[in-house]
């Protein structure tokens, strides 16, 4: 295995464990964060604590094989960026009735998650440069 294949990995492992984290937050703090986020169905967060879950799993689905596939490691990537992008979309909308706080926290999820997709992207173009 290559070093640039070996630190994508880790890159995608640590995207895994942060999904993971955030999933099993949002499932067990539904009602608590809905309501300091001012939303009125805590089922939102069910919602978002599941996919989120299944992204996890499907990343450590793909770790589990012996070689990356360029357009499993390509979606992943690209669903980072959506979510930050969505995170951009959701703040500058003002849809959310919460406080400066909640704000700042979806922000900085936003922050972690654009982190974790320029470091998976950074190892990607490595392993299989931009013929990709």
């Known amino acids: 295995m290559k070093n640039s ?8 492992a640590t995207n895994a464990l942060f999904s993971t984290t955030s999933a099993l937050l949002s499932l067990g703090f539904a ?3 809905a309501d300091w986020l001012g939303l009125s169905d805590h089922r939102i967060l069910w919602g978002l604590g599941l996919g989120l879950l299944l992204f996890a799993v499907g990343i450590a689905s793909e770790l589990r094989r012996p070689t990356l596939r360029l357009e499993m490691v390509r979606t992943v990537i690209v669903m ?3 979510w930050v992008i969505g ?3 959701l703040l500058a909308s003002r849809v959310l009735p919460g406080h ?3 704000s700042a926290l979806i922000g900085g999820l936003a922050l972690a ?3 974790l997709a320029g470091w998976q992207q950074h190892h990607w173009y490595q392993a299989w440069g931009r013929r990709s």
């Open 87 to 89: 995170s951009i979309l």
């Open 5 to 12: 294949e070996y630190a994508l990995r880790w890159a995608m």
């Open 113 to 115: 998650v654009m982190a």
């Open 31 to 33: 009602h608590l964060l």
């Open 80 to 82: 980072d960026w959506l």
């Open 100 to 102: 400066a706080e909640a």
